[in-house]
């Protein structure tokens, strides 16, 4: 291996719940360009770049200078994109970083980085404490199990561990609890080995892709990150990116 790792940002224009999302105002900036801004922050990517499937989206990079490529349209999800976009490079570390998260940064990709290179996993990601009891039952919070080696068990959208005798309010205080950032460091070979095949019947019961490489043998290196995350998928995330920014770049703490 060279360890080489690349980033890349896959983003598409099609949203059900915000359409056009990639080119969404955040503070006089679109959200792709935050997301870029903040991973291009990395001492351990050797460049960054954007997979998109759409014009728009492309010169909208160009205009802030980013490295963008065009991949089809008709690519069934982000991952594939990634793939495509990176066909061409010999980088051995591919890093997928979801171009709706603007508050990722350059530090905690590089540390998924650093202990994803010490390790003999296929694929690394990251997780983050839950501290928020709502959020274990949510089922659009992804939840993950590991193991003592950091090596995880499952991904799911229902609360793991289920607590036994202990009840389902008292949880939270009960037992530690991790939220899955979706996240990824591919090794290449794992990369394509995911594009090349089918949905498993976890995946497609979770509607969890990871799932796919998981239920198969492959492993995930978890990493835990520290950092706030905000996905935005909606337009009230969006409106919580927009306030974070402002609050950020005035210098206020909230």
């Given at each position: 291996?060279?360890?080489?790792?690349?980033?890349?940002?896959?983003?598409r224009?099609?949203?059900?719940?915000?359409p056009?999302?990639?080119?969404?105002?955040?503070?006089?900036?679109?959200?792709?360009?935050?997301?870029?801004?903040?991973?291009?922050?990395s001492?351990l990517?050797?460049?960054?770049?954007?997979?998109?499937?759409?014009?728009?989206?492309?010169?909208?990079?160009?205009?802030?200078?980013?490295?963008v490529?065009?991949?089809?349209?008709?690519?069934?999800?982000?991952?594939?994109?990634?793939?495509?976009?990176?066909?061409?490079?010999?980088?051995?570390?591919?890093?997928?970083?979801?171009?709706?998260?603007?508050?990722?940064?350059?530090?905690?990709?590089?540390n998924?980085?650093?202990?994803?290179?010490?390790?003999?996993?296929d694929v690394?990601?990251?997780?983050k404490?839950?501290?928020?009891?709502?959020?274990?039952f949510?089922?659009?919070?992804?939840?993950?199990?590991?193991?003592?080696?950091?090596?995880?068990?499952?991904?799911?959208?229902?609360?793991?561990?289920?607590?036994r005798?202990?009840?389902?309010?008292?949880?939270?205080?009960?037992?530690?609890?991790?939220?899955?950032?979706?996240?990824?460091?591919?090794?290449?070979?794992?990369?394509?080995?995911?594009?090349?095949l089918?949905?498993?019947?976890?995946?497609?019961?979770?509607?969890?892709?990871?799932?796919?490489?998981?239920?198969?043998?492959?492993?995930?290196?978890?990493?835990?990150?520290?950092?706030?995350?905000?996905g935005?998928?909606?337009?009230?995330?969006?409106?919580?990116?927009?306030?974070?920014?402002?609050?950020?770049?005035s210098?206020?703490?909230?």
């Open positions: 291996m060279n360890n080489k790792a690349i980033g890349i940002i896959p983003a224009y099609a949203s059900s719940r915000l056009g999302k990639p080119l969404a105002d955040i503070n006089g900036k679109p959200l792709i360009r935050r997301v870029w801004e903040a991973v291009s922050g001492k990517l050797s460049e960054v770049i954007i997979a998109t499937d759409d014009k728009r989206i492309m010169e909208a990079c160009k205009e802030f200078g980013a490295k490529v065009m991949t089809p349209a008709e690519l069934p999800s982000g991952t594939d994109r990634i793939a495509a976009a990176c066909k061409d490079n010999d980088a051995d570390i591919i890093v997928n970083i979801q171009g709706d998260e603007p508050m990722i940064n350059g530090d905690s990709i590089d998924l980085i650093s202990e994803f290179t010490k390790s003999d996993a690394a990601t990251m997780y404490k839950i501290d928020n009891s709502d959020d274990i949510d089922p659009s919070v992804v939840k993950v199990v590991f193991s003592d080696n950091k090596k995880a068990l499952y991904f799911s959208r229902s609360p793991i561990p289920y607590i005798d202990v009840d389902k309010c008292e949880w939270i205080r009960s037992n530690d609890y991790f939220k899955h950032i979706g996240i990824y460091a591919y090794r290449r070979k794992a990369l394509i080995d995911f594009t090349e089918k949905q498993s019947q976890l995946e497609k019961m979770e509607s969890l892709e990871q799932l796919r490489l998981l239920q198969r043998g492959y492993s995930y290196l978890c990493v835990e990150t520290k950092d706030s995350m905000l935005v998928d909606t337009p009230n995330d969006l409106e919580k990116a927009r306030e974070y920014f402002k609050n950020l770049e210098g206020t703490d909230k």
